[in-house]
């Protein structure tokens, strides 16, 4: 079974993921930015068969959802809790995730990722990018994009810290960076950009960071010189 994942990047987004596996379900995060014309196009070439949205996004869901039931993770907090729920362990080549990626070339394409390919991007990152227990890292992109995923699928596998950032802002983001020291972190090149030009950009520590990754789009010149 597919279900659907509609969240900005929280708690809740993460609780839903993992939950989504643990039921035997692969998921398939989408974006809370697009419309629900959008979003059904995406629901019914994955084969959802319901879709799960923090509360602020439902009315979007059932929007998107056409006949499709509409759980808010509230709602299924308390039947977590039922006697009758048994956890599921998945195999390697069970379907973990669909990521919608259209890149720049047109329509979304679904990419589905099995639960070997996410095991095997986790702990690759998390060798090649030096994450241990002692880490932190900084989540600020939601988990519809899969290069959000290169900061914190590491950090569960190592059994690391994972900050939060609700939605990004420079001033949200330098003022997390002052508070919690994270070590490793990833950007798109417009947030790369919007952190150069933050008058406290050369007052606040960044040394801090072990990896701190950009990608997602061509990085301008100017932003790679600063």
């Known amino acids: 079974d597919r279900i659907g994942l509609l969240f900005a990047n929280g708690l809740w987004a993460h609780e839903a993921l993992l939950a989504t596996w643990r039921c035997g379900a692969a998921a398939v995060p989408l974006s809370p930015m697009l419309k629900a014309a959008q979003l059904r196009v995406m629901v019914e070439d994955a084969g959802c068969i319901a879709l799960l949205a923090s509360p602020e996004y439902k ?69 090649q990018f030096r994450f241990d227990a002692r880490s932190v890292a900084l989540s600020c992109i939601p988990m519809h994009s899969n290069g959000a995923w290169i900061s914190w699928l ?53 040394e801090c960071f072990e990896t701190l990754i950009t990608a997602g789009s061509p990085m301008p010149a100017n932003v790679k010189r600063a």
């Open 59 to 127: 009315q979007l869901a059932c929007e998107a959802s056409g006949t499709l039931p509409v759980f808010t993770a509230s709602s299924l907090a308390a039947l977590a809790k039922s006697p009758e729920f048994i956890p599921f362990c998945p195999a390697r080549e069970d379907l973990a995730v669909i990521i919608y990626s259209s890149g720049t070339t047109g329509l979304p394409k679904g990419i589905a990722h099995s639960h070997e390919s996410r095991f095997s991007f986790a702990s690759n990152f998390a060798a």
């Open 154 to 206: 590491p950090a569960k596998w190592v059994g690391a810290t994972t900050l939060i950032l609700p939605a990004f802002s420079a001033d949200a983001y330098l003022g997390i960076v002052r508070r919690h020291a994270p070590t490793h972190g990833f950007a798109v090149p417009t947030m790369a950009s919007a952190l150069i030009q933050h008058p406290d950009i050369e007052r606040v520590r960044l």
